[in-house]
């Protein structure tokens, strides 16, 4: 934020700022506090980002067929922001267009965005947000000033101690270091990762807890737990057979948290069950 306020003070703010913020790190807040610098106002939104409503602010969005918020974003949500950036700003010393998870854009909504980044308008910021900056096309990072971040395990610890969270410090590790991550895990009525698989090798519950496990609001954390788990497994000493198999389940888990993440109607089920024979095969049930 530092170097942010310092862009607006010495007038040399970016057209396009790029922000990568990991999974469980606020981005929300994160986004709210550069919004209030961008359009210097005295707090930041209370309401959420998406729904914030100011003349200079605008949030790209797609909607389906039923008037729900699409996870793809699509060209639509673009067009939209190229004519937002057109019009001159009300209120605020500039406009502020933001992309969350830009990663999610199609590709005709990301080179539709590449035109609007190579002829930007004047007094126009656009904040591109994303976890995965690797599937952004390189013409569009590369149009874009990233905005340097530190995320400190340490400093999530210490946040968490502050805030009264001792129970989710020792969520920290399978949390990747994200403090939102643990705190969430540490909320969910004592369910953690090694527990669902204690309860999987259990043979008479294997059926009923995979079925609950499919239902679960907590299905997308219990997988990035296991995710972590299976890195440091896989960093354990052992044969090569065992390595390449537990490499092969990490990328379909990796497979399956997407299809849990954005796709709508995916049957869980049969996602784990597949999870399960891989990790099975791995020798870890």
Known sequence: MRLLRGALLSNRLPHALLLVIPDGWGKHTLLA????????????????????????????????????????????????????????????????AVVAEAHHMNANAANALLKTLEEPAGDTCLVLETAQPGKLPVTVRSRCQRLPMRFSASAAEAWLRAEGHTDAVDQLRLAGGAPLNALKASTRGGENLAEVLGRLRGTRDRTNE????????????????????????????????????????????????????????????????????????????
Do not use: C, M
Request: aromatic fraction near 8%; charge should be neutral.
């Open 33 to 96: 506090d550069i919004t209030r610098l961008l359009l210097d106002l005295q707090t930041p939104p209370t309401d959420p980002l998406e729904a914030f409503a100011h003349p200079d602010f605008h949030w790209a969005r797609s909607v389906d067929a039923k008037g729900e918020t699409s996870i793809v974003l699509q060209v639509d949500a673009i067009r939209e922001l190229t004519a937002f950036v057109t019009r001159r700003p009300s209120l605020a010393p500039r406009k502020v």
């Open 210 to 285: 995979l079925e609950r496990l499919a239902r679960s609001t907590a299905l997308a954390d219990l997988l990035h737990q296991w995710y972590r788990q299976t890195l440091e497994d896989i960093v354990v000493p052992g044969t090569s057979q065992r390595r390449e198999k537990l490499f092969l389940f990490a990328d379909e888990l990796l497979r399956v948290s997407r299809q849990v993440a954005e796709v709508k109607g995916a049957n869980h089920r049969l996602l784990l069950d597949r999870l399960w024979l891989l990790w099975a095969d791995a020798g870890r049930a």
